[in-house]
């Protein structure tokens, strides 16, 4: 994305020069005000006196709005869910179509034609309905896809390029179609989240049926259609099972005795001999025979369904700009540079870099982007990390700035002072280093420096609880994963009292993905980067399931803001908690708490800035922007940098909050 200029920033709801001049003017000394006064009264006209007594009323309140300036969309992407050969406008295989996710957006299909290189793009009917999993064909070759967050079945029909909303077939309660498949008769079956049903849709009658929950616990379903009729239903995460569902006596039989499910990834495929396979969360794969017994087989005697298109040919995506194919036949790859529309991408995370300018994440797709605040040039830096979610946590140290993304908590580097080359090699800029290990999976906060490490809070991975600190070695490139250090909890903030060379760390209840919290309250750390050891645990705030930030001040309390909106400070020499208040505002901002140039602690709330000055305890509201806040937080000098959806804001601090 080329850089925008200094011009176009300006127009982004600036004031007229008129307007700044006279706030400046007010702002200057309160000389200039009696002056102003003085002039009023000695033009003695009523006429003049009203407009400028209300001019004055009001003047207090303009330079709040006025120190909001949005500097426009980093990243104007979408981010592809799948490549599938398809039928085209005659009916035959011979198109690749992208799933592409627009965030704000319809979900789009791009359809390449791989001899010419064609693309076209078709914007789904449902403007807030983004991004889809699943694809499907019928027996007339119409496309179906299952989206979300309103989970839709929608149909496309590549002879006339038009889309059909077909309604939410599994009611209103679901958030997403997991996966589609096609069944012998030609019916198509989808399931969904959160309450992981089952649904089919006839193409023939347009009737809908929904089967109702699959698993009464879980909450993903993911149906394949076997050629024997029946629908087999992988249920994740938790606790992985295998439903197969009956169409014609409309009965569900579960294969995995409860004792035996465990948490993961189980998945299943139909082979070309119409029989369905499961490959377990251990590696082993299963062949099920006659809807109830399960048959180890070893993989390479499993006919997977062919891939690619008819003539063989083979293609992949390696990111929404770029598809490639291959033909094994004769060795000849070709590239197709992909073109896509999308307005913009949502801003997960945004962070100072080590050379003073600011850097964000945007989410699905992962990409890295920097404004400079000298220049007023907005960057996207493409990918930074193998990851394709977003990166969820970054921290400066020794010059370069260190990354740390989902899925799979990948730590990567960048170095702003190198050329851009994305990859894992030695040159790579930025360069992924890998996961972190252990099961984790979102990587919320992180700390660089102390002892020359990293230290990464998390989530873990789908299905499981115990979140961790992990710790990266920066000279000896080693990595060590501390998990369950909170028994079943997460870490979810992580503040560095540096008068006492100890880390503070937040937790969260909530496990990884498609989980139900087991404890109850989230708990305050104290955790010993020396010894690498967790020295102290307090349940701060009661009632609070995660804390969301942390701040510590130079003389090591440490203040913390919780999901019930509450504020919490501890004494680290006392190892107590000295005192707990309302927050008073709705919906704090993760990760947005943090100490400001004037030693005042700043904090967002999705619809407040707002600031606590150590010492006095009291929350005060500073500014409301004219957005909602969705992620933060940045802070150099003056200016406070958050998010706003797909815009990057600045707020100018005033003199005196």
Wanted: contains cysteine; proline residues 8%.
């Amino acid at each position: 994305m080329p850089p925008v200029s200094r011009r176009q920033n300006q127009s982004y709801k600036s004031p007229s020069p008129p307007c700044r001049r006279a706030t400046a003017c007010l702002r200057r000394n309160a000389s200039c005000r009696q002056a102003t006064l003085a002039t009023a009264w000695e033009l003695r006209g009523f006429r003049f006196f009203i407009p400028i007594l209300l001019f004055f009323i009001l003047s207090p309140f303009p330079q709040f709005s006025f120190a909001f300036r949005n500097l426009g969309v980093p990243v104007k992407e979408g981010i592809s869910w799948g490549s599938y050969a398809g039928p085209g406008k005659t009916g035959r295989t011979d198109t690749i179509y992208i799933v592409l996710g627009r965030y704000k957006e319809s979900v789009s299909l791009l359809a390449v034609h791989p001899d010419t290189g064609e693309i076209r793009q078709f914007n789904g009917p449902l403007p807030d309905e983004m991004g889809s999993w699943g694809f499907a064909v019928d027996q007339e070759n119409r496309i179906y896809l299952g989206s979300y967050y309103h989970a839709h079945l929608l149909r496309f029909d590549p002879r006339t390029g038009t889309w059909e909303d077909l309604g939410r077939p599994a009611g209103e309660s679901e958030s997403f179609i997991c996966a589609l498949t096609t069944a012998p008769d030609g019916k198509i079956w989808g399931g969904t989240f959160p309450s992981a049903k089952l649904f089919s849709f006839d193409p023939k009658t347009g009737e809908t049926k929904n089967f109702g929950r699959m698993d009464e616990k879980q909450f993903y379903c993911y149906p394949t259609a076997g050629g024997d009729g029946l629908i087999y239903c992988a249920i994740r995460f938790e606790k992985t099972d295998i439903v197969v569902f009956d169409p014609v006596k409309e009965t569900r039989t579960s294969l995995i005795p409860l004792e035996e499910r465990r948490s993961g990834w189980l998945s299943l495929t139909r082979g070309e001999d119409g029989k369905v396979y499961a490959k377990f969360p251990s590696g082993k794969w299963f062949r099920i025979e006659d809807g109830k017994n399960l048959l180890e087989v070893p993989e390479s005697e499993i006919p997977f369904p062919k891939r690619g298109l008819p003539d063989g040919r083979q293609f992949y995506i390696v990111d929404p700009h770029l598809l490639k194919i291959q033909n094994p036949a004769t060795k000849e790859e070709k590239e197709i540079p992909l073109r896509h529309e999308a307005s913009g991408a949502f801003l997960f995370v945004v962070g100072l870099g080590p050379d003073g300018r600011i850097y964000g994440s945007s989410m699905l797709p992962l990409r890295l982007f920097v404004y400079d605040p000298i220049d007023q040039s907005l960057t996207n830096l493409g990918k930074a990390a193998h990851a394709g979610g977003q990166i969820y946590s970054m921290e400066s140290y020794d010059g370069k700035l260190y990354l740390c993304s989902y899925p799979a908590a990948r730590l990567s580097v960048y170095d702003p002072k190198k050329p851009l080359k994305f990859g894992d090699g030695e040159d790579a800029n930025p360069r992924d280093l890998g996961p972190m290990g252990e099961g984790q999976d979102r990587p919320r906060a992180m700390i660089a420096g102390p002892h020359g490490k990293l230290y990464v809070g998390s989530y873990p991975d789908y299905g499981l609880h115990g979140g961790a600190i992990s710790v990266y070695d920066l000279k000896k490139k080693e990595r060590r994963v501390y998990r369950h250090i909170i028994p079943n909890q997460s870490l979810a903030s992580l503040a560095y009292l540096e008068k006492f060379d100890l880390i503070a760390g937040g937790s969260s209840v909530r496990g990884g993905g498609g989980t139900r919290a087991i404890e109850k309250e989230a708990k305050l750390i104290l955790w010993d980067p020396k010894e690498e050891k967790k020295v102290f645990e307090i349940v701060p705030v009661p009632d609070a399931r995660t804390i969301l930030s942390l701040a510590a001040t130079p003389g090591g309390l440490v203040y913390g803001i919780t999901d019930n909106e509450k504020v919490f400070i501890f004494d680290q020499e006392k190892r107590e908690v000295r005192k707990v208040f309302d927050l008073g505002l709705k919906r704090p901002v993760e990760i947005s708490l943090q100490m400001g140039p004037d030693g005042l602690l700043y904090g967002l709330t999705q619809e407040e800035i707002f600031f606590i000055e150590p010492g006095k305890d009291q929350v005060l509201p500073m500014a409301k922007p004219p957005v909602p806040i969705t992620s933060g937080m940045a802070i150099s000098g003056r200016k406070i940098y958050f998010g706003s959806h797909a815009f990057l804001y600045e707020f100018e601090i005033p003199s005196n909050p």
